[in-house]
């Protein structure tokens, strides 16, 4: 039986050798127009995701009125679970993705440099923001701030941090006071808490005393952004450290106890990242689908939902950034894999271990 | 030709032998009783005839077909076309009476008003007529039995087997049940093989006996020769109500033993293959032995002890040479020494 | 049924057990993506997993744990069937369904809602301070997560005991009664040690559900950095961003070797059967054991645990759907609000995931307990190499923890060549969950008809039937309630079920389930819990109405 079994396995992995379905790269057809028949053509689109549907709804249906022959499937799941079953279903040789809109940077970045995205001049390429276009394979799509957050309830105005130096003196100031009321993502057990806190140490000297002060006030470390704002909500903990601004916004909108620090010395900014695989079945719908993305329609819908634009022409599509924010944005390029290199990654995590978790 | 014949059949579970090579034959019509203590081996060598157990060796022939044959045949239960009556009835609780017995023929695709007729039938003949509708758990336990059995005969199987069919009930019941489950075998003609610890029970429906003893058989015959001509202690002691006591063997004369039971000497038949000078165990059933009162041949002085009233007859306890016997009358003894008489054909030496 | 039958659906079985497993096993040994190009073999995914300290750490919390909540969630569970099926308790018969309540909630909300019941700025943690000046437990830490993780697995329990005490016949505790024993001895000494292979099985299975703990222990451990196995391999998904699929197959691995031995044990103590047969061709009838002045110790218990295991937390759930703030400092009555329930109706494919769920749940279910009656069958009463075989088979699928189960058979879909029409349905979602609850369902139906004496089977056989036709005349309308049982606990673990079909999930086959997780993930925790309440309502509404059915079928 192990043996049926084993030829079985054996007999599928050569299948996805001889069933490669062969890469869609292509050339773009010369003109607009004929991109947008192809497209027609092709009638389909796949797009995996971890952008909630509910905030890419308005997006799906305005594309579907842009091209009605285009049918849409817009696949809501995790950044994880996007990477892995986008790198089995391409070694199966089965259908997979149009299009990959995630925002572990550093995942969809490892996907372009390992060869599985195609190049695509998007035609809006030139009205983007400098840095949103990594060798025309990754496009960045929205312009994210990694906030603190607090809760009102447990701050008075006055103490509110403006900077990192302020928050660490904020946190040196009286400890017992924050003992166990700080929470963060733990960059062990988050790939975007491993990003923030990557780039943090990277963009300035600060960060490294806002991690020792962190480190002596026992923060609470979570997986997941749920666990971590219910509680910044409920006051269980006064303050969170690098949350996603998108989320704190809506939830500002339900919540007015949640407040948002934009640090003035820096404030970092992540990306949303899209790019079309070479093992596209519907390659046209998905330029037309990221050239409708970075699209002034597009970024105001996105904008709604607190996602900034990416646009140069489109200021903080109405978000609300303070005037005069310090935005450093995590660079889209090859840094981000870096990150991704075992031996880095251990060692700034072993920088971390020693000093938040083995006090 | 023989209507069952079973064969040196040995039957194990896992490492523990339960069988050990047991053969019996059976005639048409014949009643057979597998008759022992627990742990005899009868239940499993009923179940081995209906299919239930597999055995390790041995053949089993049923009528012209072999159903068992180690290595070579083994036809399953449902093909054997036996009827068995388990002993706790095993009636389909979720069913009709009516469904109960009408099962077998259901299988084997009798056409539905043929199929009512012949359970009609059965049920009128064990005289539950009226209850086709009812569930088991509206019946009593003799009820329940009968149903069992006719489930049994509804569809005329040539062989019969039930175990312990009488254990389930009452004193009363039980005495009924004997006649009437041996006068319905004998009508529909079976032949039949049951189980039982009881050798009332044996005796009353059986045509012959096959005493079993740890997993062998002890002896084979009628329930006369069984009773009267056992051939080992084991049967003798097995049937009836017996008083066994030990004597020394003086001399041996053809059949017979002469043997000293105290200062008394008494004669019996002699089945134990010893010499003289050795010790030896005699039986005598109770009732065979008679309350004398004066000495004389094949006569044994005694001591009264105790004596019962049981509303049919005394039953008495009486002192022999420092053993005790017992002996029944009809009327009470006067407190005295007495005598026993032991019959010379009564008494059989071990 | 016949010999080659039996072993065709045991070979069938097994063949569906093994491949995910073999897939894991084989990518354990690898040193990337078993798929992947210049992949080769190496022992590192173990040297790795086995020096690291927090997996110790993790292993050993979960051996605590799964200890812990066992021993909690047997003795109460039992207790509890006994009192419900068994004894004259009044009021039984409604308050039965609230029994599984908490199984109705996905364990990641019902965490929440001890968080936000208890939790340090619960709503009755701040209302214990404010009479009292403090909060006199601390709900991070170790022994209240085995309390709450045992207390919540009593249902669990509860199904397998209580289908087993109904099949009982009253003979054997009226001749207790009768030598004039009270009604608690009855039961500590007749009626449970009768139903001991399901209490045996069902302290197995819970065991087993401790290492596969991921909702509460991501929710209550997670702020004391305790770690358990799941949120272990949760870490190792994320801790060198790439997901390293080897070295969770090596966890997957321990779990198995732990499986093992534990099948093993379980079979020993159970291998007399015919003790504990009950359902015998003598009809009995079944009474209520009367507990007199016992009444009101055993109503207060199961108020008790019915206020902290399922009032509590899921009116604390619901009362914070309808909140838009909370905690320390909030004011309630000032944060009502139906905002989260107006965001959840308009979002995307709600009743499409909504009605998935209960086709899954209710059709899929049946089928399911359909599919674990008939192997069930082929093993029953066979001694042979083969069922034992099964025996431990079954169990390995629940070794794997969600995220990998989901993952593992995504790829046997995935990469064998007939299957892939059907991952893209519900059919593969379906047969997800019908493997990795196997041994939860079978167990329930094995019981079942490990009560009815064989000599009922057996008089079938007699009667001319065959196998299959004893199983069809006998075996199986006996065990209806077994069944109909089983039906309930696969209905109610199916709707709540939310890691194991993530990566066979497509557009139009979304599961209650997954929007859930979405839109944990974006941290908006008040959608989901709209969305459990609703989920809560609906369950309960049903099981409301099987009630009423119920009552009207008896009455």
Redesign the interface.
């Given at each position: 039986?192990?043996v049926?079994?084993?030829s079985?396995?054996a007999?599928?992995?050569l299948?996805?050798g001889c069933n490669r379905v062969p890469d869609s790269v292509a050339a773009t057809p010369a003109t607009y127009p004929e991109l947008i028949a192809a497209g027609q053509r092709e009638g389909g689109l796949s797009i995996y995701s971890?952008t909630?549907?509910?905030e890419a709804?308005p997006l799906i249906e305005a594309f579907r009125k842009r091209y009605p022959g285009i049918a849409v499937?817009?696949?809501?799941?995790?950044s994880?679970?996007m990477?892995?079953?986008f790198?089995?279903?391409v070694?199966?040789g089965?259908g997979s993705a149009d299009v990959l809109w995630g925002s572990a940077m550093?995942?969809q970045l490892?996907l372009a440099a390992d060869g599985y995205a195609q190049p695509y001049h998007s035609r809006e390429s030139d009205a983007l923001l400098p840095g949103s276009n990594w060798r025309d394979m990754v496009y960045a799509t929205t312009r994210e701030p990694i906030v603190i957050a607090y809760?009102k309830?447990?701050i008075p105005a006055a103490q509110v941090p403006r900077t990192h130096a302020d928050l660490v003196r904020l946190l040196r100031d009286k400890p017992e006071r924050w003992k166990?009321r700080v929470g963060m993502l733990d960059p062990?057990?988050?790939?975007l808490g491993?990003l923030f806190y990557a780039n943090d140490m990277q963009t300035s000297p600060v960060a490294k005393d806002v991690l020792d002060a962190l480190g002596a006030i026992d923060p609470?470390?979570?997986?997941?952004?749920?666990?971590?704002?219910?509680?910044l909500?409920?006051?269980?903990h006064a303050i969170t450290y690098n949350m996603?601004g998108s989320?704190m916004l809506?939830?500002q909108k339900?919540?007015p106890?949640v407040g948002v620090i934009y640090p003035t010395d820096y404030t970092m900014t992540m990306s949303r990242l899209a790019l079309i695989p070479k093992a596209a079945r519907h390659p046209s719908a998905a330029k037309l689908f990221m050239d409708f993305l970075l699209s002034a329609e597009a970024q105001t819908l996105l904008a709604a939902n607190k996602m900034a634009p990416v646009r140069a022409d489109m200021g903080d599509g109405g978000v609300g950034f303070p005037a005069g924010a310090n935005f450093k944005p995590i660079k889209v390029d090859e840094s981000l894999l870096g990150?991704?290199d075992?031996v880095h990654?251990l060692a700034l995590?072993q920088t971390w271990r020693r000093a938040v978790?083995d006090r | 030709m023989a209507k069952l014949s079973v064969s040196d059949v040995h039957v194990r579970y896992g490492t523990n032998p339960v069988l050990k090579g047991v053969s019996i034959e059976l005639a048409d019509g014949e009643i057979i009783a597998l008759l022992g203590r627990s742990g005899s081996g009868k239940s499993t060598l009923l179940r081995a005839i209906a299919g239930l157990e597999q055995p390790t060796q041995g053949t089993i022939t049923i009528g012209d077909k072999t159903v068992f044959d180690h290595g070579c045949v083994n036809v399953p239960p449902e093909a054997r076309n036996l009827g068995l009556v388990f002993q706790s009835y095993a009636l389909w609780p979720h069913r009709t009476v009516r469904d109960n017995v009408g099962y077998p023929l259901k299988v084997r695709k009798m056409a539905a008003p043929q199929l009512r007729a012949q359970v009609d039938e059965v049920l009128d003949s064990v005289g539950l007529a009226e209850y086709g509708d009812r569930h088991p758990s509206e019946l009593s336990g003799g009820q329940q039995q009968r149903v069992a059995l006719a489930r049994a005969l509804v569809y005329r199987p040539p062989l019969i087997l039930l175990d312990e069919p009488l254990s389930n009930l009452d004193a009363k019941l039980r005495d009924e049940a004997r006649v009437w489950i041996r006068q319905i075998i004998k009508k529909y003609g079976l032949t039949g093989v049951f189980v039982t610890h009881d050798q009332v029970e044996a005796m009353g429906i059986a045509d012959r006996i096959a005493l079993l003893d740890g997993g062998q058989m002890v002896q084979s015959g009628t329930p006369e020769e069984l009773y009267t001509s056992p051939n080992s202690f084991f049967a003798a002691d097995f049937m009836g109500l017996n008083d066994c006591f030990e004597v020394t063997i003086e001399a041996i004369g053809g059949e017979q033993a002469t043997c000293r039971l105290g200062e008394a000497r008494i004669v019996g038949r002699d089945k134990s293959g010893k010499r003289p000078g050795e010790k030896a165990r005699a039986v005598i059933r109770v009732e065979s032995l008679r309350v004398v009162d004066g000495p004389g041949p094949a006569r044994v002085p005694a001591t009264l002890v105790t004596s019962v009233y049981v509303g049919s007859r005394w039953e008495h306890l009486f002192d022999v040479a420092g053993q005790q016997l017992r002996a029944f009358t009809t009327s009470r003894l006067p407190d005295a020494a007495h005598h026993l008489e032991l019959p010379n054909g009564q008494l059989w030496i071990f | 049924m016949t010999r080659p039958f039996r072993i065709g659906i045991i070979a069938a079985t097994a063949v569906a057990i093994f491949a995910p497993l073999l897939l894991v096993l084989v990518q354990s040994l690898l040193s990337g993506p078993f798929f992947g190009q210049n992949v080769h073999v190496t022992p590192d995914a173990f040297t790795y997993v086995f020096t690291d300290g927090d997996f110790w750490r993790a292993l050993r919390n979960s051996v605590i744990i799964s200890i812990g909540m066992t021993a909690i969630a047997v003795p109460v569970g039992a207790i509890l069937a006994f009192l419900f099926v068994r004894s004259d308790l009044p009021g039984a018969r409604w308050l039965e369904p609230l029994m599984l309540a908490p199984m109705f909630i996905s364990s990641l909300v019902l965490s929440f809602g001890f968080v936000i019941a208890f939790g340090p700025v619960g709503i009755v943690s701040l209302w214990v301070r404010d009479m009292i000046g403090f909060v006199p437990w601390n709900l991070y830490s170790l022994h209240w997560l085995i309390l709450i993780a045992g207390l919540t697995h009593v249902p669990h329990v509860f199904i397998y005991a209580s289908s087993a005490l109904r099949n009982l016949g009253s003979d054997v505790e009226d001749a207790a009664r009768s030598t004039g024993a009270g009604p608690l001895r009855v039961v500590l000494t007749v009626s449970l040690p009768m139903v001991r292979p399901a209490l045996l099985y069902s302290a197995v299975l819970v065991f087993f559900l401790g290492f596969e703990l991921f909702g509460l222990p991501l929710v209550l451990a997670d702020p004391q950095g305790v770690l358990v196995l799941a949120t272990y391999l949760y870490k190792l998904t994320n801790i060198l961003g790439v997901p390293s699929y080897q070295l969770m197959a090596v966890v997957v691995i321990v779990i198995v070797a732990i499986a093992l031995p534990l099948v093993f044990l379980q079979r020993k103590l159970l291998a007399t059967s015919d003790r504990y047969v009950s359902i015998k061709g003598k009809a009995g009838n079944q009474r209520r054991v009367a507990i007199g002045k016992w009444k009101w110790p055993a109503l207060a218990l199961i108020v008790a645990w019915l206020a902290f295991t399922v009032i509590l937390p899921v009116a604390a759930l619901v009362f914070r759907a309808f909140l838009s703030s909370w905690g320390e400092g909030a004011v309630l009555s000032e944060s009502l609000t139906l905002e989260h329930f107006r965001e959840l109706a308009g979002y995307p494919n709600l009743i499409r995931g909504i009605v998935n769920t209960f086709l899954v749940a209710s059709v899929g279910g049946a089928l399911s307990v359909g599919l674990y009656a008939l192997i069930s069958l082929a093993q029953h009463r066979w001694k042979s190499r083969w069922a034992t075989f099964l025996d431990y088979s079954v169990l390995l699928p629940r070794a794997m923890p969600g995220i990998i189960a989901g993952l593992a058979i995504f790829w046997v879909f995935l990469f064998v060549p007939f299957l892939q029409p059907v991952r893209s349905t519900l059919i593969s979602i379906w047969f997800a969950y019908t493997l990795v609850w196997m041994a939860y369902g079978m167990r329930l139906v094995q019981s079942s008809m490990l009560q009815i004496a064989p000599d009922l089977e057996e008089a079938g056989r007699i009667c001319g039937a065959t196998g299959a036709q004893v199983s069809r005349y006998v075996t199986l309308p006996l065990i209806r309630t077994g069944l109909m049982g089983a039906w309930l606990l696969i209905f109610v673990t199916f709707v709540r079920e939310y890691s194991t079909g993530v990566y066979l999930l497509s557009p139009g086959t979304e599961v209650i389930g997954s929007l859930l997780v979405s839109q944990w993930a974006t941290g908006a925790v008040d959608t989901v819990v709209a969305l459990s309440t609703i989920n809560i309502a609906m369950v309960m509404g049903g099981l409301f109405l099987l009630t009423i059915f119920r009552k009207k079928q008896n009455g």
């Open positions: 039986m192990k049926i079994l084993a079985l396995i007999a599928g992995l299948l996805t971890n909630d549907s509910a709804e499937e817009y696949a809501d799941q995790s994880v679970e990477y892995s079953r790198i089995a279903e070694a199966a089965q550093d995942l490892k809760n309830r447990m166990g062990e057990r988050s790939g491993f609470k470390l979570y997986s997941s952004n749920g666990a971590v704002l219910e509680r909500v409920s006051g269980e996603i989320y809506k939830r339900k919540d106890n990150e991704l075992p990654r995590l978790r | - | -």
